[in-house]
T-cell receptor
């Protein structure tokens, strides 16, 4: 079955720096790759996603890249702000469900 | 627009007691529905998912069961809770056509088994 590995598990950056979170997946049939942000005590929120026919997608300060050949995708956050502090999850689709990575706790220090 | 509800928001139950958590979705028809558990604030573990009324797929054998009595209702149950059942339970829904599975989560139920 599908397996999604996410790195790093924790990431600390200074406000204004960039943050990059990487994920790899195992099933070449996966065709949808969302990213979720979860603030403490709240539900995960979908922040950006990418489909397998696209290599890169941007939405203001966040971007996602996908390399289908290497089976990895990444989340890039530029000009980080303290409100970006949260746990971020990547996921890959597998026939009607999503397989999630283990999460990255991002801390943005002012 | 679509809305997903979960209740209760928090629950404290003794070991050995039964459990029933409910999730309902408004504003969409024929959704896929999912139950996840999140322990220790990390890791989303998929417990069950359903593609239609009465159709349940179990991902992890455990002390829980799920049912879907109506199109937009998903219920998570247990006959006897264990300490290890404590966690944050999240219901999610997605639309099915086209093979694209954006999932949206409900507000969650925080369960503490004592």
């Amino acid at each position: 079955g599908e397996n999604v590995e996410q790195h790093p598990s924790t990431l600390s950056v200074q406000e204004g720096d960039s943050a990059v979170i990487k994920c790899t997946y195992s099933d070449s049939a996966s065709n949808y790759f969302p990213w979720y942000k979860q603030e403490l005590g709240k539900r995960p929120q979908l922040i950006i996603d990418i489909r397998s026919n696209v290599g890169e997608k941007k939405d203001q300060r966040i971007a996602v890249t996908l390399n289908k050949t290497a089976k990895h995708f990444s989340l890039h956050i530029t000009e980080t702000q303290p409100e970006d502090s949260a746990v971020y999850f990547c996921a890959a689709s597998m026939v009607g469900k999503l397989i999630f990575g283990q999460g990255t706790e991002l801390s943005v220090k002012p | 627009s679509q809305t997903i509800h979960q209740w209760p928001a928090t629950l404290v139950q003794p070991v050995g007691s039964p459990l029933s958590l409910e999730c309902t979705v408004e504003g969409t028809s024929n959704p896929n529905l999912y139950w996840y558990r999140q322990a220790a604030g990390r890791g989303l573990q998929l417990l069950f998912y359903s593609v239609g009324i009465g159709q349940i797929s179990s991902e992890v054998p455990q002390n829980l069961s799920a049912s879907r009595p109506q199109d937009r209702q998903f219920i998570l149950s247990s006959k006897k809770l264990l300490l290890s059942d404590s966690g944050f339970y999240l219901c999610a829904w997605s639309v099915r056509p086209g093979g694209v599975y954006e999932q949206y989560f409900g507000p969650g139920t925080r369960l503490t088994v004592t």
